[in-house]
Every structure is written in structure tokens, then in C-alpha cells.
């Protein structure tokens, strides 16, 4: 299995994305360069979390401009597994492959706390070895990860099953407490129409080793990995 | 002309004057004025701290780079080295607190990847005054911000550090930053200029106004223009930055530059005078090649500017090509604007016309050193007779006071601001006795802490310094790691005053004691004085910053108990102290001395004995005792981490009951362990002689605490939780 991890300018969880998927996860994984034309054909493109661009303007806004963009574009536009972590889900709003925008926190602060999440859906490439209702322990960390949608669209995803993962409490439960970042809905993650591209605020590649106090991120890689496997 | 009121504006005394007239054989420019003003100031220069400072050790068998350098390192072996520094950002930090500490934290992460390491996380220990005064509440937001803005977004851990809240902070907060970074041991760079004729290349953000030298400037009588000048503290680029650590490191990872330093205090000035003076070589730049941000910039402004994300660099001439692609990859400038030369002279060019042409060694080492007068304040730091101490009537009460006390609350408002996670290396998440990284690939961790109670040093500068020392390697203990090396950051009032002087020898002397003692170098740090507004001095604040070693990362210990029914004990002695405790200050507004005992011999056996009950797994957790005494500690292990599980404690004690639960006495370490491991480790404590008790039993929802098998304390967790909890970010409007 082939991952591609797309370095921008500011990206800073690429380390640690390429660390899990190689050492832990023990695929094949490299960086692929932002102002490349050039995917080396990757079965998965993963954008990292970070800083692109500093965040300046507007988070992702700058980034979604980066040459490689038009490959990832076509490459999701064709079906082709696409993984948004924070900056990265960020990204892919701004590139208009997901639907909706992020606004601050709702506490106006940056926040890197553990969070509990729920699986929405296990029917996509990303959570078909999770099990519906499943509490996931992973962290966030992040200034603007507060999910915003219009009420039409909001229900069209809805209706389509594309909300994948919830903010809840440790028992499953959907409440205003943990919902730290105020998101609407209390959205953690979601796919696009076609479920092949994945946008989430919290950080799998955190939540992969017992070390680092959770495995619960295991569950999005080895799906992707699962999925891959059984598509071919 | 250069007259007296303008030298007297560049901070120089007539002597210097005269000094620097007599080792150029000339009067100076201004520009050259402006550049010997810098580098012989004291922050430059460690003019009155110099001779004090060489009393530390800083040798050692695994010490690769000592004092002098950007930062510190030390052998951790695997082929790897640890790079580390603190340094003080305090009076930008009060004049803008976010740009102030997030400049902070941009320089000393500039000083740790110029030396070729990749940083792996920052720490940082902030003082503030009371956060009752509305103006310190703005002081600590804004620096917090500053350091999560920076940090985060260039993705570096902010893993711990330490906060605490006096009066003395409220006109002169404390801002020391930390960092650690990893480098292979056979991809150091140094600050050097050598090869002659080999190309100086100037890398990263155009060069502004910002920073320049103040007072100064600011004057109009210089004949420069009247145009506006820019406020004294530099704006910070993270994303700048964070291009420039990544371009710099793929340059040094493909061996294209010979000698590297950042522009960081003094800027051009300190940077391309340092790096001639350490290889006996001549710079020659032509300023008119200088990126620059704003037009009509003097040759002074330039030279002085402290603009931040910038570095200059000395690359073999046939390299310089391929060094510059690689700026240019990752979008920053990087232009040649001189070259080496054998002059053993700065010399820079402006117009064609040789502006600056001063012997660097002059510059670098020609400063003179203070040997300033010390002796003790009089008054001296009142002793406080503990019979003037009344005992409370209600302990819960005073305990509950003491645990919501922003000092000892717990810190999370704070910390979830910043990334602590960033880089996947964070073990030990923040809010333990030191903060711990596992090194990728291998199976080791490193831990690190900062540590210096200010209220003991004021008491007595000796031991407070000493204190400093042994609770930062206890601290490490507590992890299960062993000290490496020292960083220090000494934050002192104004060293002309001979009563700070005193403080300041003295806490040098209690450092170095302790430092010897514990066989531990010191590889570096900061010193800053003039830390008094309106005359009045912060207590003296020495920061220690250890950086130890955990060898096996099944082998880090964590404070929290770990399951009901183990038994709790306490390893060293309580005694009847109580000056200089949190205990007299906040509950009984008493400040005064002296602070706890500190005997070096028992503090190591008590901290070896820790470090090998956990290498021999006896232990379950490890908590130091320190500011709020017992009472504070038992909580703490009752309340961090997801366990929350609480204790019944009988102390044996006959001395005074607020002694036994508030006092700071040191040597002390909480642990706990299973009911098997009780023989074994008993029998270990005793043949390692070190003195311990048994005081209780994990278990329950309550603290409950007794003395003599009387109650004395029987609180749910829960409810000292809340408390302890949402103490600090009940202060703030937005939590």
C-alpha cells in the first residue's frame, strides 16, 4: 500500500504522519512535494496537519492554490482515497472537495486537548473496522475547528450518511460539553458525496502507539489499508 | 561628532569610551559606535556576570559543546546528541506581551536548529504578578497566546514548564524560554567564518526597522530623518521561521554550509562579528546587498536591527549554488553579501564607501569585565519565627485555599493553548514532575524541567539556588530519569546595586554547589539583569532547566496513584518548616525566611533510591514534594490523569500540624507501590539508607489525611478537583 503525504510550506505534522504509516502502520509512505505535478502513484493522498502558508489569510486558504492540488483534485474527483487531517481538512474545504467551512473555536482559543469520538458510519473506506456507535479516543489540536454548514446542505449530508465521526462524550453521548470547539452539529469529520475523501479535525497519527496513551487511530489507517486491499 | 550625551544614550561609560578610542586608535563612528555599544552591553557582553559564572562546572564526559556557544550539548549516545538552551525574553514580553514571548520562543528555537538540531520541544517558565490586578491578567494572556501562536504553528511542542504569581512580577513579568533538540553527533555546526574568500550568504526576512536599539534611535539629534521609528520589540514570522529551520537543515543534511549563527540579539552586528572572532578570520559585507524591508535604512540601522528569522551562513564558494537552490525551494531569500577575509576586521560597505572598519577581536573580546561590589542588603530578608504563626482552626479550609491557588491549580488553561503533541514524541502529557519525549527509533526518553522558587532565593539567594538545582534532578527523579546537564536562566535586578550583586553571587555560588554535587554541567543559559521597575526588583529569580535521560521507555514513571489498595509512602523526613512556604505567604501574608534545609548528600540518596526502585519496576508512582507541602502532593497524586483515585494517609508526626501538611521541607518524594513490592523495596530503602514512612493506602473518593490517627483532613475528591480544576481559568473571560 502506497501512501503520499503532501508537504506544504508550514505543514508540520508530516513527521508524524510518515512516522506511523511506515514504523507503526509498517506501509509504504512518502512525501510528496507541493509544488510537484507528480502523485508516484500513491493508492492513498493523506494532507498532513500543520501550518500551511502560516495559516495567513485564512487557514488552507493559500494552500489549495499549491501546484499538486490539481493532481489531488482529479486523483479524489476519480475516486482516488483522500485523507484531510486538520490543516488538512482545512484544505480540502478551501479546494471545495468537502462541503461547509470551519470558523474559530468557539472559546476564541487554540485547543489541544484528548477528545472522545463517535463513529457515524461504518460503511466508508475510512471506519469499515470500526463498529457503529464506537468512542474513539484521539486527540485535537487546533485554532479553527469549528464546523460550519448551511441548514440545506447540512441536511443533504446528513441524509447521505456523510458524517462520520461526532464529538461525544466517552459513553457515546452527543452534549455541549464535548463539543469543545463548538461545531456545528458537533462534526469531528466527514466524507464527500462519493465517501472516498475524508476531512477530520483530530490527529489518528497522534493516537497510533500505546505510548503516546491511545491506539484508536488505528482504526482510520487500517480501514483505508482494508479498503485498498479489497478494491483491487 | 560622537559626544557625551551620545555615548552616555549607547549605555557606554567614559571608560569604555575611551577604551574602545584606544583599541581602534581612533574615534569611532556611529555606526561603530552603535555595533561596540551592543556587543559590550551587558546582555552581549556578561560584563558583570562573567566572573561569577566561571565558578560552574562545565565538563563533563558527555559534553560535546559547553558555555559560548547558541546552545549546549550533550552525548546521549545512539549517535545522537541533545541541544539545548533558555533564555529570557522579560522586557519585550511586558512592553508587548504577544509579540514578546512569541519572539521568545522564535529566538531560542533559531539558537537550537542553527546548531543543526532539530527541535523537539519548548518549554517555558513565566512569572506574572497577581492576577487579581486586571493589567497582569492581559500580561498573561497575551504571553500565552504568544507562545501557543509561535509554537503551534511551527510545530514545536510546548510540553511544560512552570508558573508562578507574586507581587515583585506585577511591573516586571518573567518570560524564560526552552528548547530541546536532537542532532546526529556528526552533523554539528558552529558559529564559524572560515575559508578565506568564501561567500557570507544573509538568509531569511528582509531586514526592517524593528528592534533597533532604542533609546537611541529614537532621538532626532543624529541628523537622521524625523520619520516615524518603530516600536522597540520585534514582530515575530512563525511560518517564516519554520521555513528557514527546514531549509537550514536540508542544508546542513547535505553538508553545504561551513558555519552558521542566527541574527538574534544585535542582529548583523553580533552574528558576523562573532562568527570572524571564533575562526580568527575578517568579514567583509556590502550592506547595499542586505534584503530590506523599508527604504532609506542607515548602515546603523541595519547593523543594529533585530529583525527576527534571519541567518547568516558561510558555504564553501563551489556550494554556494547548490545552497541557494534550497533556500529557494523553500521560498526564502538568501544572498551573498560578503565574503570571508584575512583582515581579522569587520568591514562594511555602503555606497562604495567603507563604513564600518573595526578589529573584531576588539569588538568580541575586548570588553570589559566587571568585578562589581556584593555584599548583603541591610535590612536583611526577615526571619519568621513560626511561634508568630497561628495555628488555623480549620485545615480542610486552608487546604482547599491553598489548592485553588493559582500557582498550585492545576494548569491546564494554559497548556491546552498550546500543541504539546506536535511530533508524536510527548510521553508524559504536561502537568507531571517533568516533561518526557521518547527519542524515535531508539528506546529512550529524555525528560526535561524547569524549576527555581524566587521566594526562596529572596530569603536566602544561597540555598534558593541550591534548591533550584537538587528539585529540578528531583524532579527528573521522580520520572525515572537521570540528569545530563543544566541550562540556567538568572533573571536579577540591576547589578549596580551592590545588594543584587550579593544576590547574584550567591545564587551562582548555591548553584554551582549543587551542580558539582550532582555531577551535572552546566552548558549554557542567560543571564538578565535590570529587572526593576521604579527602582523596585523582582525577588531573585534563578531558572534551573535540567535535561536528563530515561534508558528504556517502559522505565518512565508517572505522579498519579495507579489503582486502589497500594501503599503509599513517603521516602526522606518531615520536618518543622515553614519559612518561605506558599503556607505563611498566601495564608498568612508573611514574607520572610528562612526557606527549607537543604542537605545535597541525602537529597541523592533519597532521588537514587527513587530512580532505582523504578528500574527495578518496585514502584508504581512518584510525586515530588515541593511548594504546598504534603497536603498539595497527596492531591496531586490523587487528582491528575484519568484515575482519580484518592488515599487514606496517617501521619506519625509530632510537629506542628501545618508544618506536617504545608511545609516545604526538602528530600521528599511520594510514592506508591503494590503490597508485594512493600519487603523489597523496604529492604532497598534501608540498605541505601535513606529514611522513609509509611503513611497510608491508595483507595476511596476522599482525601482523607490524618495525623496521629486524628482527622484532620476529609474532602471528596471531586470537590478538591473542581477547585483545583477551574481555579486559573476562572480568572479569565473566555475559558
Known sequence: MRFGIVVFPGSNCDYDTLHVLKYVVKQEAYFLWHKDHDLKNADCVILPGGFSYGDYLRSGAIARFSPLMQEVKEFALCGGIVLGICNGFQVLLELGLLPGAMLRNKNLKFLCQNVHLRIENTDTPFTNKGKPGQVLNIPIAHFDGNYYIDGPNLDKIKKNNQILLRYSSADGLLTEKDNFNGSLDCIAGLVNENKNVLGMMPHPERASETLLGSRDGHIIFDSIIDYIKNDR | ?735
Open chain 2, 1 to 735: 561628532m560622537i559626544d557625551d550625551s551620545i555615548i552616555k544614550e549607547h549605555g557606554l561609560t567614559q571608560e569604555e569610551y575611551k577604551r574602545i578610542t584606544d583599541l581602534i586608535k581612533r574615534e569611532p563612528n556611529l555606526t561603530e559606535l552603535g555595533i561596540f555599544s551592543l556587543m559590550w552591553s551587558e546582555h552581549c557582553s556578561y560584563k558583570s556576570s562573567k566572573v561569577h559564572l566561571k565558578k560552574y562546572p562545565t565538563s563533563g564526559k558527555n559534553v560535546i559543546q559547553g558555555p559560548g556557544e547558541n546552545a549546549g550539548i550533550i552525548d546521549i549516545g545512539n549517535g545522537l546528541a541533545v541541544v539545548f538552551k533558555i533564555e529570557s525574553h522579560n522586557h519585550p514580553s511586558f512592553i508587548e506581551p504577544y509579540q514578546g514571548a512569541a519572539t521568545g520562543v522564535g529566538g531560542i528555537l533559531r539558537d537550537i536548529f542553527t546548531m543543526g538540531a532539530r527541535p523537539i520541544a519548548s518549554l517555558d517558565s513565566l512569572r506574572f504578578g497577581p492576577l487579581s490586578v486586571p493589567k497582569n491578567k492581559t500580561v498573561m494572556e497575551g504571553v500565552v497566546s504568544g507562545i501557543a501562536g509561535y509554537g503551534n504553528s511551527i510545530g514545536v511542542p510546548t510540553v511544560g514548564g512552570e508558573t508562578y504569581f507574586d507581587e515583585c512580577y506585577s511591573l516586571n513579568p518573567l518570560v524564560n524560554v526552552f528548547c530541546l533538540g536532537i542532532a546526529k553527533k556528526d552533523k554539528i555546526f558552529y558559529s564559524r567564518a572560515e575559508g578565506i574568500r568564501n561567500p557570507v550568504l544573509y538568509v531569511g526576512s528582509k531586514t526592517g526597522r524593528d528592534g533597533i536599539h532604542g533609546a537611541t534611535m529614537a532621538s532626532a539629534e543624529f541628523g537622521e530623518d524625523l520619520e516615524q521609528k518603530r516600536p522597540n520589540v520585534q514582530v515575530g514570522d512563525p511560518f517564516k521561521e519554520k521555513l528557514l529551520l527546514e531549509a537550514c537543515l536540508e542544508v546542513m543534511e547535505k553538508n553545504l554550509v561551513l558555519g552558521i549563527q542566527d541574527m538574534g540579539a544585535a542582529g548583523l552586528t553580533c552574528s558576523t562579528t562573532e562568527m570572524a572572532a571564533n575562526s580568527g578570520t575578517g568579514i567583509e559585507i556590502d550592506i547595499d546587498l542586505i534584503p530590506q524591508r523599508e527604504q532609506g535604512m542607515t548602515p546603523y540601522e541595519i547593523m543594529l536591527s533585530e529583525s527576527q528569522e534571519r541567518m547568516l551562513i558561510v558555504a564553501q564558494k563551489e556550494k554556494v549554488k547548490q545552497a541557494q537552490a534550497v533556500f529557494a525551494k523553500w521560498d526564502l531569500d538568501a544572498v551573498i553579501i560578503g565574503h570571508v577575509t584575512d583582515t581579522q576586521n569587520l568591514k562594511v560597505k555602503s555606497g562604495g564607501k567603507t563604513v564600518v572598519d573595526i578589529p573584531v577581536g576588539a569588538v568580541i573580546n575586548q570588553c570589559p569585565v566587571y568585578n562589581r561590589e556584593a555584599k548583603p542588603p541591610a535590612p536583611t530578608t526577615p526571619v519568621i519565627d513560626s511561634n508568630d504563626i497561628p495555628f488555623p482552626e480549620n485545615y480542610e479550609q486552608i487546604f482547599l485555599q491553598i489548592i485553588k491557588l493559582p500557582g498550585l491549580a492545576d494548569k491546564e488553561w494554559i497548556f491546552r493553548q498550546y500543541d504539546h503533541m506536535v511530533q508524536t514524541n510527548t510521553s508524559v502529557l504536561p502537568g507531571a514532575d517533568a516533561s518526557v519525549l521518547r527519542i524515535k527509533n531508539t528506546d529512550k526518553a529524555l525528560a526535561v524541567t524547569l524549576d527555581g522558587n524566587s521566594f526562596y532565593t529572596y530569603a536566602n539567594p544561597r540555598s534558593g539556588g541550591t534548591i533550584a538545582v537538587a528539585e529540578a534532578c528531583r524532579n527528573l527523579a521522580c520520572v525515572g530519569a537521570t540528569p545530563l546537564g543544566v541550562t540556567n536562566c538568572l533573571n536579577f535586578g540591576n547589578p549596580e546595586k551592590s545588594e543584587i550583586m550579593w544576590q547574584f553571587k550567591e545564587a551562582v555560588q548555591g548553584i554551582a554547589q549543587a551542580c558539582r554535587a550532582f555531577q551535572i554541567p552546566v552548558t549554557g543559559g542567560n543571564v538578565s539583569f535590570y529587572n526593576e521597575t521604579e527602582g523596585i526588583p523582582i525577588y531573585p529569580t534563578p531558572v534551573l532547566g535540567v535535561v536528563g535521560v530515561i534508558d528504556g521507555l517502559d522505565k518512565i514513571m508517572t505522579p498519579e496513584f495507579k489503582a486502589p489498595g497500594d501503599t503509599i509512602l513517603l521516602l526522606g523526613e518531615n520536618k518543622e518548616e515553614l519559612g518561605a512556604s506558599e503556607y505563611i505567604k498566601q495564608i498568612h501574608s508573611k514574607k520572610g525566611g528562612p526557606p527549607p534545609e537543604i542537605d545535597l548528600r541525602k537529597e541523592k540518596r533519597v532521588q537514587s533510591l527513587c530512580l532505582e526502585a523504578i528500574s527495578k519496576k518496585m514502584i508504581k508512582s512518584a510525586h515530588d514534594v515541593s511548594e504546598g507541602g504534603l497536603a498539595q502532593c497527596l492531591a496531586e497524586c490523587c487528582l491528575i490523569g484519568k484515575n482519580k483515585i484518592g488515599c487514606h494517609i496517617n501521619l506519625e508526626d509530632k510537629i506542628r500540624t501545618d508544618a506536617l501538611l504545608f511545609g516545604e521541607t526538602q528530600s521528599r518524594i511520594l510514592i506508591s507501590l503494590e503490597e508485594k513490592q512493600k519487603d523489597a523495596f523496604e529492604s532497598l530503602a534501608r540498605n541505601r539508607k535513606v529514611p522513609y514512612s509509611i503513611i497510608g493506602k491508595t483507595g476511596g473518593e476522599n482525601i482523607l489525611i490524618k495525623q496521629l490517627g486524628e482527622k484532620i483532613i476529609d474532602i471528596p475528591i471531586q470537590k478538591v478537583y473542581m477547585l483545583w480544576k477551574s481555579s486559573l481559568s476562572g480568572f479569565f473571560k473566555v475559558q
